[in-house]
């Protein structure tokens, strides 16, 4: 089985100097075992229709509705996009413009806030995500943020700690959604307290898209009154974002992305996030998202026969955090060792981390990417008993050489996405 890889011709000429870090970049991605549970390998199609012409036109507005001429094509293509988004998770209003998650939230923010108003979200440090008011994040420093965390024991969203905080400081919006939390969230929950004290519900799914996508996991979106995203993780398109809404919030929206915080819209990415789309509505994505689920519980359940603890005991997504305390081991030390080794991870902070935020207790495990590859639980398995070998002593230099070679012998089989072998 060969590996085919991406070419480049114009670029090797053109710009050599460009061409050799591409290459680079893309050899560390076939060769290296990429577990970083944000990250994703975009079909050749995404990454073609990225590459296009769109990339020279400037379409501020919305697709019948632009400030420049000659917008037909990007009118199509949009409203392909936005169609199809809407198709794929049972909205009513889809935005396609945001250009990063952080970006399609801080649309939000604008598009249901004024400045100094308070919101309720998931602690950074329990999961969530820094652009949902984190003090050195832009809504940390113009609105008023209260964050709820996971109880201390199951290490699950505290739903009655929500409650509570909802009824004490009456948010204006609240927030779920995150980076680093594994289990299934309850949105009717969420919904039902945020109609109580009349706040906006808002859903970062940006994690999770995909498997929302594949009806891996429940929706979302009939419970939210907005929801963000980006479209690079779990849901394998463009590195861009999303909004989703409801029939009362769709305008405000798309208001607020342009021309409240935006300027033309990136063209080639909406195209790109319309073939995207195309991929998740058809069947063989529901089997992916629902595979990227089975394996990490294969891994997780590894990592727990070889005495690591996962945060609340396990996963029900695409990511495991791994509690490294049993071990005595830094999350910086594992992941840095993780890396000799040619497994990507990242450090994270557990919940109740004694830890500096650059040091940690822990190491966050994505399976999206080597689902891609076509990688299943036996793989898991493998890996999950490498990453345990390597982390025991990340000094032993010995290991990760062994474990680097057995890397190097796996990733050779495997193409960046299985359909490359179709
Ligand atoms: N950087 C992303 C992640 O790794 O989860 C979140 O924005």
Redesign the pocket.
């Known amino acids: 089985m060969s590996v085919t890889p991406d070419t480049l011709s114009i670029l090797q000429s053109h710009d050599p100097a460009v061409f050799e870090a591409v290459q680079e970049e893309e050899r560390r991605q076939l060769r290296t075992l990429e577990m ?3 990250e994703n390998f975009a079909s050749r199609a995404v990454m073609e229709a990225a590459g296009t012409v769109f990339t020279n036109k400037y379409a501020e507005g919305y697709p019948g509705k632009r400030y420049y001429n000659g917008c037909e094509p990007s009118d199509k293509v949009e409203t392909l996009a936005i169609e199809r988004a809407k198709q794929l998770f049972g909205a009513v209003h889809a935005n396609v413009q945001p250009h990063s ?2 970006t399609a939230n801080q649309a939000v923010f604008f598009a249901a806030l004024q400045p100094g108003d308070t919101v309720l979200s998931l602690s950074l440090a329990h999961g969530g ?1 820094l652009s949902h008011g984190h003090r050195v994040n832009m809504a940390g420093q113009f609105f008023k943020i209260v964050n709820y965390g996971v109880a201390q024991g199951t290490e699950q969203i505290d739903y009655d700690e929500v409650v509570r905080l909802a009824r004490e400081h009456k948010p204006r919006m609240i927030i779920t959604g995150g ?1 680093a939390y594994p289990r299934l969230i309850d949105f009717a929950k969420f919904r039902e307290i945020a109609d109580e004290i009349g706040a906006v519900f808002l859903t970062d799914m ?2 999770f898209a995909g498997l929302v996508a594949g009806k891996a996991i429940p929706s979302p979106v009939p419970f939210s009154h907005i929801v963000s995203s980006t479209t690079h993780k779990t849901l394998r398109g463009p590195r861009s974002g999303m909004l989703l809404g409801d029939a009362e919030w769709g305008p405000k929206l798309d208001k607020a992305v342009f021309p409240g915080l935006q300027g033309g819209p990136l063209v080639h990415i909406i195209a790109a996030k319309a073939v995207a789309y195309g991929e998740a509505l058809r069947p063989s994505f529901a089997a992916y998202s629902q595979q990227v689920i089975a394996n990490a519980k294969a891994l997780g359940e590894v990592l727990v026969e070889k005495g690591l603890r996962l945060v609340s005991g396990g996963t029900d997504t695409h990511l495991v955090l791994v509690d490294l305390t049993s071990y005595n081991v830094t999350g910086k030390d594992a992941a840095n060792a993780l890396e000799h080794a040619g497994i990507t991870v ?1 450090k994270n902070a557990i919940p109740y981390d004694t830890r500096k935020e650059w040091v940690t207790s822990g190491i966050r495990i994505g399976t999206p990417a080597l689902t891609t590859r076509g990688m299943k639980e036996a793989e898991m398995r493998t890996i999950a008993n490498w990453v345990a070998e390597v982390v025991k002593d990340p000094t032993d230099e010995a290991v990760q050489k062994r474990v680097r070679a057995q890397v190097d012998e796996m990733t050779g089989n495997w193409p960046l996405r299985a359909e490359d072998l179709a």
Do not use: T
Request: glycine share 10%; proline share 0%.
């Open positions: 970083i549970a944000s998650g952080s995500h980076s940006a994690h990242n």
